[in-house]
């Protein structure tokens, strides 16, 4: 099975930058998708972002559209995930995940992906 390993969490002001990563190890990693999720506090984990296992096709939730971008580089096991224009409703804990699979298209539910990292706290300030 894959090993997720997230870092690139912190704190940050509204209307800063973060990117996050996400490093696999233990299988081919051009063989899966990868998925960012987040959760906050009291709330239902979430979807985010997700990429094909060749980052071709992509897919955000309507919250992050335009501000997040997601992508990977098969070379060195890594899926990105790049937020701007961060907002104070986006403080969650975000994990990454993975789905084996060389399928075109992606997935926003994450009951579709058996791999996840421990995550990584975001905290954005006002």
């Known amino acids: 099975q894959v090993q997720l390993v997230e870092s690139g969490g912190g704190l940050v002001q509204a209307g800063g930058s973060l990117r996050l990563s996400c490093a696999a190890s233990?299988?081919?990693?051009?063989?899966?998708?990868m998925g960012w999720f987040r959760q906050a506090p009291g709330k239902e984990r979430e979807f985010v972002a997700a990429?094909?296992?060749?980052?071709?096709?992509?897919a955000y939730a309507d919250s992050v559209k335009g501000r997040f971008t997601i992508s990977r580089d098969n070379a060195k096991n890594t899926v990105y995930l790049q937020m701007n224009s961060l907002k104070p409703e986006d403080t969650a804990i975000y994990s990454c995940?993975?789905?084996?699979?060389?399928?075109?298209?992606?997935?926003?539910?994450?009951?579709?992906?058996?791999?996840w990292g421990q995550g990584t706290q975001v905290t954005v300030s006002s």
């Open positions: 995940a993975a789905r084996e699979g060389r399928y075109r298209r992606t997935s926003s539910a994450d009951d579709e992906y058996p791999y």
């Open positions: 233990g299988r081919t990693f051009s063989n899966y998708a």
């Open positions: 990429i094909n296992w060749s980052g071709g096709t992509t």
